[in-house]
């Protein structure tokens, strides 16, 4: 898997920088901007999809004193980068909009606190994940088009080269989403009661 400095030199060419970075603490003007950018830029890349190797599923912990409006109130889960969607316990099956549970980000004294009507709630979450070993690669494809996107005007003030790394990163996501779709399986489709009263 690549290493943080290897993204960002991957980055750095895209935007046809030839000096490649060794670290972030090096004097450069490249190393500066990859120091200033990256860290968030990983985040935003990370909130930006569904990225199966950083996906956590946890139950959250009640913590009582709900908000008006709310039937209960939990912590916002410690590691959590995104919440993608509350669901019951046990529930494994992709939600239709139908299915899906209404819930609302808050804060109080503790921090941050999710507000929903489901008992017993568990959380789909993007968590934060720092250590660049455990990257898939079209992650990190898609983390050096982003950066490229930051890159280019600084490094080369060619706007040209920032709207195609633009077009590249969006081209990344959804060629991850298809990947994505094709590492998981659903639970299969339970039968209607109208083909189980035939048989």
């Not at 120091?35 to 190797?53: C, D, G, I, N, T």
């Not at 992709?94 to 209404?102: E, F, G, M, T, Y």
Request: proline letters at 7%; hydrophobic letters at 40%.
């Amino acid at each position: 898997m690549s290493s943080d400095v290897e993204i960002c030199n991957i980055a750095l060419s895209r935007v046809a920088y030839t000096q490649p970075i060794v670290s972030f603490t090096e004097r450069s003007k490249a190393a500066e901007l990859c120091r200033v950018f990256y860290s968030s830029l990983r985040e935003q890349v990370l909130q930006a999809f569904p990225w199966p190797f950083a996906e956590s599923i946890v139950a959250l912990a009640d913590i009582g004193s709900q908000a008006p409006g709310w039937a209960f109130r939990y912590r916002y889960p410690a590691d959590c980068l995104k919440v993608r969607n509350i669901v019951q316990p046990g529930w494994r099956r992709a939600l239709r909009s139908d299915q899906q549970i209404p819930f609302l980000i808050g804060y109080d004294p503790g921090g941050r606190v999710i507000h929903t009507d489901q008992p017993e709630a568990v959380c789909r979450f993007t968590f934060k994940v720092e250590d660049s070993t455990f990257f898939d690669p079209q992650f990190a494809d898609a983390l050096a088009w982003r950066l490229a996107m930051e890159l280019a005007l600084p490094l080369s003030s060619k706007p040209d080269l920032q709207q195609f790394a633009a077009q590249q990163y969006r081209q990344a996501l959804t060629i991850a989403e298809g990947s994505a779709f094709q590492e998981s399986q659903d639970d299969p489709e339970p039968e209607s009661e109208f083909i189980m009263v035939r048989s």
